[in-house]
């Protein structure tokens, strides 16, 4: 068997083999260094016999040395490491790496689809296996495991909600994978994003990789909620017939677990119908449709809108056809209640004033405002110069221009230098305000500043009152604001700037989008708890993120269509004829690490003889 070894043994390093020539001069060593003899005679007469014996056998006493024997191998061995030994054996090609794509989109949960791409998947396992789940990124599983742990964490590998990016983990395994290593993608290849994965085929087989596409099937029934979005205070959706037939639909609406809507949708075969929610309140609400379908995932839909985007407005006007007070109810999730100045009640809230108050009232107002209280004081003929201003009213000038000198939010994309302005205070800014538009008389015309713990904006621009609000002659109206399309979004922004913006789509998200946190915490999913640093939103569902809850929904046609778009039947392998055959071929395998830990092992026993014989 040694034999054979030796005649299969080749070496990469020929030149190596000229360090064997170190075993000369061990050789030369030992046989000049004079060595002690131990004998033992009965007597001197046999002195002479046994010092002719010695020179008889010197060389086999030479060569019964342990020492000499041991030292002899290291030599031997160490140059024959040096030659790099190898022998030719048979190995699986590409090393026996096999990398396993599963799709992981939403369409994958249908009809229990990713599991039998799973089954399918244990016929590919080699020797070294890289698993990848090709989500709308795609994310590498595991890494040259062998067959037990890849078998083992494909058990435990679930389809998400996303889209998948076929191509990208197919380039991503053909860079993973020396030549001649192997891709096996496991799809049911209804949809997909990103490049085609024939493409991606095709470049990874021009670099020496094979690549095989094997489809999985199952029902294609389905009918979901492809889509939805806020219109101001309601909340539309699209749900989708995508069989042939009419079907009818139930929906269900709830919000915080209460029942708000139960309605059905008779929607025809193939067609979409929408549906709306009017007056969605703050919480988190869920949308249900009942359809026994093959795809669950998109039968149901998530809203968030946080209570604290909830403002309450006191409006204190005598003018009962205000335009503002139009304005003000258009802003959604927005209660306002409307005050005379001879009746006011208790401040709460944002105070919108454009009516001149009485005395006592501006007192109170000035202490709510001093608590933490916000206030908007709006022109009008007959407000008189009070502390809580943060400007200084002159007289009533007539027209002015007016130039935003400071930008803000308040007056983004308003356009507001087109205001035609007939009549104003001659108005200046008091030490600590500041001003936001002013008239081309320098005049103030929009300011605010910070009174006590609250925050006070006054606007020059006056309410415009009288009979047309709409007539140029009417005297009445100071300036034509009202008259701007953008008229109830200037004060939509105003609210926002004085009592913060919550923004309803920060609360609101689908999935294959990434959340980045401060810092590495552990999120609860809606089915899980994950702990990162970068969240991808890829289930349906409530996600519990520090400081907020945020809902996430699939709104993606292409996954929700079950028989989708297909691939060409020339670039797949159907399930019912997969057989993987391991292809083998004759490939080096260098035994040097064999031969370093032989060395490693005579150079102990070396010092250990050494030891037992004293010498050490």
Partial sequence: MALNLFNLLSFANEI????????????????????????????????????????????RKFLKDPLFLIQLLVLTIAALTIAAPFILANEEAGGGHTVLVLDASASMQADGRFEKAVAEANKFLSSKNTVILAENVPVMVMKEAPSGSAADALTKLKAKATTADLSSAILLGRRILPEGGRIAVFSDFASWSGEDPAVAKQQAQGGGISVEFVSVTGRTDNIGIVNGWFEGRDYKIIVKNFNKDT???????????????????????????????????????KISISSNDALAVDNNAYV??????????????????????????????????????????SFSGIVFVSSPLPRDAITRLSDYVRGGGNAVIIASPGIENVELLPVELGAI????????VRASRITEG?????????????????????????????????????????????????????????????????????????YPLFWKQMLEFISGSVD????????????????TQTIKTPADTVTTDTLLLDEVGVYDLPGKDVAVNLYDEKESNLAGVGISQVQQTETKEVQYNVQTIRAPKYLDIYFIMAVIFLVILELYYLHWRGEL
């Fill in 414 to 486: 308003i356009s507001i230098e087109r205001t035609d302005v007939k009549n104003h205070f001659k108005a200046s800014e008091k030490k600590g305000a500041f001003t936001l538009v002013e008239g081309g008389d320098r005049s103030v015309m929009l300011a605010y500043w910070k009174y006590g713990r609250g925050t006070v904006i006054y606007s020059g621009l006056a309410d415009p009152q009288g009979g047309n609000i709409y007539d140029p002659l009417n005297e009445m109206v100071w300036n034509d604001l009202h008259t701007l399309p953008n």
């Fill in 16 to 59: 190596g083999l000229l360090a064997l020539l170190s075993i000369i001069p061990l050789i030369i060593i030992y046989l000049l260094r004079p060595r002690p003899l131990k004998i033992k005679i009965p007597s001197l007469m046999f002195l002479m016999d046994i010092e002719k014996k010695k020179r008889l056998n010197v060389f």
């Fill in 504 to 519: 309803v789509t920060e609360y609101n998200a689908r999935t294959g989008q990434y959340i980045k946190l401060p810092a």
């Fill in 247 to 285: 079907q009818g639909v139930r929906i269900d609406v709830t919000t915080d677990g209460e029942n708000v809507i139960s309605s059905t949708l008779n929607i025809r075969g193939e067609s979409s119908e929408y549906f709306a929610i009017s007056d969605l309140r703050p919480g988190t609400t």
């Fill in 304 to 345: 968030i809108i946080p209570k604290s985007i909830e403002r309450n407005i006191l409006y204190i006007t005598d003018n009962a056809r205000s335009p503002l007070l139009v304005a003000l109810k258009l802003i959604p999730f927005t209660s306002v209640n409307t005050a005379e100045t001879k009746n006011i009640p």
């Fill in 397 to 404: 000038s007539n027209r002015t221009s007016l130039n935003v």
